[in-house]
């Protein structure tokens, strides 16, 4: 770690961190069945249960090992993982009361019905075998009736790439600028184009999930 990381680290460490993030939120509404996905000879998809994760070897990545226990023993997410060997090759986590988006500090409530897809993480041997497209259609086959969040930065298209293969739209754009304990928040839909600026943190999660 360098000298300027090492100062960002201890500034956001102590709150005072400032930064201009942005992230492109996807929404894919309820709908009918879709049929599941064709999984990879050898794989098997499910969600993992706290007590399995160092025996699937769970690889860390988003979250560490005991933050990982932790947010499945507090029971309001669950870990998909494809599985193959005795080892989880990739996973996502489907959040369904509350939308932890560490990116931003933020946390939003989810309206019943909805959930919050993310933290995806395929390990790089395991990349471009459909594993990220086949967890997003094994939940969508699993459970059709919920309306489904996710987002990604902008730079990322790989992920761009993949909405766009599960034909999920993107909604909006949320921009956030953070100067130590003051943020402000900017929305930006992409159905009409129209902006909010100065989006209350209070008005956020009916911003970011609420019914347009
Ligand atoms: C992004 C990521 C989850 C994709 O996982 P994956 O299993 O390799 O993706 P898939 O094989 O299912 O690919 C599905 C589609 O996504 C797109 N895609 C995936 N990787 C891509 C890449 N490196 N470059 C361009 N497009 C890519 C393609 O359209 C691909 O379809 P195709 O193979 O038919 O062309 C994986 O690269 C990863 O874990 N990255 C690091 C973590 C990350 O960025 N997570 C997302 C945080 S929001």
């Given at each position: 770690m360098n000298a300027s990381d090492l100062l960002a680290y201890y500034l956001h460490r102590l709150g005072l961190s400032c930064y201009r993030r942005q992230l492109v939120f996807y929404c894919r509404q309820a709908g009918a069945p879709q049929p599941p996905p064709q999984l990879p000879d050898g794989f098997e998809f499910r969600f993992v249960k706290p007590g399995e994760l160092e025996s699937l070897h769970y690889?860390?990545?988003?979250?560490?090992l005991p933050a990982a226990r932790q947010w499945l023993e507090r029971g309001d997410s669950d870990m998909l993982a494809s599985i193959q060997g005795g080892r989880i090759c990739s996973y996502l986590w489907v959040e369904r009361?509350?939308?932890?988006?560490d990116y931003l500090d933020l946390e939003a409530r989810l309206p019943p019905g909805h959930v919050y897809i993310s933290k995806v993480l395929v390990l790089p041997q395991w990349r471009r075998h459909g594993l990220a497209r086949a967890m997003y259609q094994f939940i969508l086959s699993r459970e059709p009736s919920l309306t489904m969040h996710s987002a990604c930065v902008k730079e990322n298209l790989p992920m761009l790439r993949l909405f766009a293969q599960l034909q999920w739209g993107p909604r909006l754009i949320l921009t956030v600028w953070k100067l130590a304990f003051l943020r402000w928040y900017r929305v930006e839909r992409t159905a009409d184009g129209s902006i909010r600026r100065h989006v209350r943190a209070g008005d956020l999660p009916a911003e970011l999930f609420g019914d347009d």
């Open positions: 690889p860390g990545g988003w979250l560490k009361h509350i939308a932890r988006i």
